[in-house]
């Protein structure tokens, strides 16, 4: 089992940027991806990004790609997740989730352990 606990999120202001964090736990190994996801009210769950739990590079989102950066600290098993330049339509319910298989990092039915979420409210 793979444990993950997202934090970071508020209230912010547009402009401003924030960092996400991603505390991973429990049996995770090389081979895993770690993506992040998120989901306004009444709108489907959307990929941001997603990045190997041991080496290679993170891969985006077409929409994120120049404002979302997704990075990793080994040590402290913490993926993260920073958002530049934050607009009202970036407020949602971010997660982040992980799966043994590297395959189809876009999609979240290939995805087994997910986070609660932490939640991201730009004001304009």
């Known amino acids: 089992q793979v444990q993950l606990v997202e934090s970071g999120g508020g209230l912010v202001q547009t402009g401003d940027s924030l960092t996400l964090s991603c505390a991973v736990s429990?049996?995770?190994?090389?081979?895993?991806?770690v993506g992040w996801f998120r989901q306004a009210p009444g709108t489907e769950r959307e990929f941001i990004g997603s990045?190997?739990?041991?080496?290679?590079?993170?891969i985006y989102a077409e929409s994120a790609e120049g404002r979302f950066m997704i990075s990793r600290d080994d040590a402290k098993k913490t993926v993260f997740l920073q958002i530049y330049t934050l607009k009202p339509e970036d407020t949602a319910r971010y997660y982040c989730?992980?799966?043994?298989?590297?395959?189809?990092?876009?999609?979240?039915?290939?995805?087994?352990?997910w986070g609660q979420g932490t939640q991201v409210t730009v004001s304009s």
């Open positions: 989730a992980a799966d043994p298989r590297l395959a189809l990092p876009t999609s979240e039915d290939w995805y087994t352990f």
């Open positions: 990045i190997g739990w041991t080496g290679g590079y993170a």
């Open positions: 429990g049996r995770i190994i090389s081979g895993y991806k």
